[in-house]
């Protein structure tokens, strides 16, 4: 089944304690990316990567990193989280950055820090 | 620059009436389009998305969406709720390298 798969579903961890949040997708998209989703703001891009080793800066960068290895993986790294990262956190991708594609979105994590 | 505005955070409609969702958009180029639905605790799923074809797009579970460049509207219409449509649903359009949210409208389906 094509999917984009996300670990943990749920995450509750303290401010200052390191966590990766993992993105998978199975469909051999080039484009993916991730987003954080506030009530009252809708979503917003967080970091993309257009291809393997290829990563930017979305809307709300600060505080996050990411890696992209490997065409299907694509980790979101907290290195120091703090409670405003308190969000629901999703993982898409698309076949490639062309502006008619659909995204696949995971199915999200939901990360609570104390 | 290109957004999208969702008007109405929050819509309730009876089962079985009309739904309609407004999205207006902005953009400095021929937009492409689209509708995203949420249901309770899942990702995003597209609904539908209009690519410069024909104006009238069709998509899923009965849903349609009407370009009106006159407009700048992308409003997304249902003949005929179901309790099953309850979701938050985003408009979207894309600019060269990212997609742009709306901030999402929360639809309520009253017995």
């Known amino acids: 089944e094509a999917q984009v798969t996300q670990n943990p579903r749920y995450l509750i961890t303290v401010t200052g304690k390191k966590l990766t949040v993992t993105c998978s997708q199975n469909m051999n998209h080039e484009y993916m990316s991730w987003y954080r989703q506030d009530p009252g703001l809708g979503l917003r891009q967080i970091y993309y990567?257009?291809?393997?080793?290829?990563?930017d800066k979305g809307d709300v960068p600060e505080g996050y990193k990411v890696s992209r290895k490997e065409k299907r993986n694509f980790p979101l790294i907290l290195e120091s989280p703090s409670p405003n990262q308190t969000s629901l956190y999703f993982c898409?991708?698309?076949?490639?950055?062309?502006?008619?594609?659909?995204?696949?979105f995971g199915p999200g994590t939901r990360l609570l820090v104390l | 620059a290109q957004s999208v505005t969702q008007l109405g955070s929050h819509v309730s409609v009876s089962e079985g009436a009309l739904v309609l969702l407004r999205c207006n958009y902005s953009s400095s180029v021929p937009p492409y389009l689209f509708w995203y639905v949420q249901y309770p605790n899942q990702g995003l799923q597209l609904l539908l998305k209009?690519?410069?074809?024909?104006?009238l797009v069709k998509g899923i579970n009965g849903f349609e969406a009407e370009f009106k460049k006159s407009e700048t509207s992308f409003h997304l219409t249902k003949p005929s709720a179901h309790m099953s449509d309850a979701a938050e649903y985003f408009c979207?359009?894309?600019?060269?390298?990212?997609?742009?949210f709306g901030k999402g409208t929360r639809l309520h389906i009253l017995p």
């Open positions: 979207a359009v894309t600019r060269s390298d990212k997609i742009i």
């Open positions: 209009y690519t410069s074809a024909a104006t």
């Open positions: 898409a991708s698309s076949l490639a950055n062309r502006r008619q594609e659909t995204q696949y």
């Open positions: 990567s257009m291809n393997v080793e290829v990563t």
